[in-house]
């Protein structure tokens, strides 16, 4: 069994006022990622500027909104 990949990306944090609301990512590709473990709170900021690596996981949710990924390395930049 292979181990997920891991990826870089750079792009801002968002608040999307969706089912309920949530915290996601727009890289600068335009990618959506919804993040699977909350961020901490100092990264809580709409439009924040950050560089972290993901990786992307297969999730049951109802959030039809990105792709689901555990994020490391978070930066502000």
């Given amino acids: 069994m292979s181990s997920p990949e ?3 990306l ?3 944090i968002v608040r999307v006022e969706l089912e309920g609301g949530f ?6 590709s335009g990618n959506r990622y919804v ?4 961020f901490e709170r100092s990264f809580l900021k ?3 500027r950050i560089s972290a690596e993901i990786e992307l996981v297969t999730v049951f949710s109802s959030t039809m909104w990105g ?9 502000s930049i």
Avoid: M
């Avoid at 993040?35 to 909350?38: G, K, L, Q, R, T």
């Fill in 6 to 8: 891991k990826t870089s």
């Fill in 67 to 75: 792709k689901h990924a555990r994020f490391f390395n978070i930066q």
């Fill in 23 to 28: 915290w996601g990512v727009i890289d600068d």
């Fill in 10 to 12: 750079v792009g801002q």
């Fill in 46 to 48: 709409d439009g924040l």
């Fill in 35 to 38: 993040p699977i473990d909350p």
